[in-house]
């Protein structure tokens, strides 16, 4: 974390990158059917659970929605590593911008295993708001995601 002098001598604590990851996700379909259906960012609103947030627009290639406490957070799909990884990178809070990481995984079984990751620049007072937020939020895609079956349907 990085503190420069601000008006009249104060310090200004800057941003700091903070990681979240969420526990590994066992799902019903291969890698590759994960990979494809959210590959189309509008298939995502199978996996936000409706009380978690509001005003929720998704597009093919983008998605905006409000989070209470947080404001309007805005997501586009900005990197694919077929069949392994997803990125979406957005904002939040009007500035802060993060990624938020999909890994895949195949299993022995041949099915998909997947873990979420996201990274934002937070400041100190952020991070100590936000932490139990995005944790929980990130346990309820993966749930939502165990528990989803239609993997070849499309939106």
Not at 72 to 84: G, M, N, Y
Not at 113 to 122: C, G, I, S
């Amino acid at each position: 974390m990085e503190a420069q002098s601000g008006w009249m001598g104060h310090r200004i604590v800057m941003a700091a990158l903070s990681n979240f990851e969420s526990r590994k996700g066992s799902l019903s379909c291969t890698p590759s059917e994960i990979f494809d259906f959210v590959s189309d960012i509008r298939n995502l609103r199978q996996f936000v659970p409706e009380n978690v947030v509001e005003d929720l627009v998704i597009e093919e290639n983008a998605c905006s929605f409000s989070v209470p406490a947080m404001g309007k957070v805005i997501i586009r799909l900005s990197e694919k590593e077929p069949v392994k990884k997803l990125v979406y990178s957005g904002n939040a809070l009007q500035s802060n911008d993060f990624s938020l990481v999909l890994d895949i995984m195949e299993t022995a079984g041949g099915k998909a295993e997947v873990m979420l990751r996201l990274a934002a620049y937070m400041n100190p007072v952020m991070k100590m708001m936000a932490s139990g937020l995005v944790s929980d939020f990130l346990e309820k895609l993966i749930m939502e995601m165990e528990r989803f079956r239609n993997w070849k349907q499309k939106a």
